[in-house]
């Protein structure tokens, strides 16, 4: 518990400019993602959670407020700076998988690496031992074509993680799966949570899977409306309260 927050963002603002109108996406959003925290985004379609969750990971900037991503104030950073927190911090996964299709399994999941001046060498072996761990030892130099729709699932997981982020934020993971595969997909995620303690975000329009998580919030037009974690406090209370 002791541990400083993944991310905090406050009162956190995003607002499109689209042909001469502003489209306001957030309208001031306030939350912390714990270290290690297994959190269900939830809330209708045009509510903000693909919004917020590219500013939760660094792949876009507020428009107002505050956000915080590993200690890190992301309006005090260049591009460059932004990039590599991201690259250093963060996994993330989406509803269309995004893998490089003429690209084998174990260079899509070792792209992320290049960026850390890791050699081709440690970055075949550290993507196929991430491979491994996600069930796919076996399809090493599949291209994603090559693989069912839950394996490209599963590679989208391994190259998101096998930069060791400390929150993996995952925007509709099971999206395109069929029921049985996107269930395989949600174990093998709370999986890795719970194994390596990656804080993992994710946004399901699924209320069984959203009920799985160990908090949930929930958006509409642009807002928090209920975060579990506030009402049962259990985040929120501070140490402070002792000698009162
Ligand atoms: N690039 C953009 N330019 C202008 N408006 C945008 C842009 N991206 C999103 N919006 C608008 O911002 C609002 C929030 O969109 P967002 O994609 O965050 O919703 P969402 O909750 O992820 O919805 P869904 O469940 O359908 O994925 C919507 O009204 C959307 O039309
Ligand atoms: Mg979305």
Redesign the pocket.
């Known amino acids: 518990m002791s541990r400083a927050p993944a991310i905090e963002a406050v009162d956190v603002s995003r607002t499109?400019q689209?042909d001469g109108v502003s489209?306001p996406?957030l309208r001031g959003v306030s939350l912390t993602v714990e270290a290690g925290d297994y959190v269900a985004l939830i809330?209708?379609?045009?509510?903000?959670?693909?919004?917020?969750m590219h500013l939760l990971g660094g792949l876009d900037r507020p428009s107002g407020g505050r956000l915080v991503i590993g200690g890190r104030e992301v309006g005090t950073l260049t591009a460059p700076e932004l990039a590599r927190l991201r690259n250093e911090t963060i996994g993330f996964v989406f509803q269309a998988f995004h893998l490089l299709p003429r690209t084998s399994a174990v260079d899509n999941v070792a792209l992320p690496l290049v960026y850390r001046g890791v050699s081709a060498r440690q970055r075949r072996e550290r993507a196929a031992a991430m491979l491994g761990r996600v069930g796919l030892g076996h399809r090493l130099h599949h291209r994603p074509n090559q693989l069912s729709g839950g394996e490209q699932q599963r590679v989208a997981i391994a190259r998101a993680l096998v930069t060791d982020p400390t929150v993996l934020l995952a925007d509709?993971p099971t999206g395109n799966l069929d029921s049985t595969t996107g269930a395989a997909v949600l174990e093998l995620l709370e999986r890795l949570n719970g194994e390596s303690g990656v804080a993992l975000v994710m946004?399901t329009?699924d209320a069984e899977v959203a009920a799985r998580a160990r908090r949930r919030i929930a958006?509409r037009d642009?807002v928090v409306v209920a975060d579990s974690a506030a009402e049962s406090g259990s985040t929120e209370v501070a140490d402070g309260g002792a000698g009162a």
Not at 43 to 52: A, D, E
């Open positions: 499109y689209l489209v996406a809330g209708p379609s045009g509510s903000g959670k693909s919004t917020l509709e946004v329009h958006m642009g």
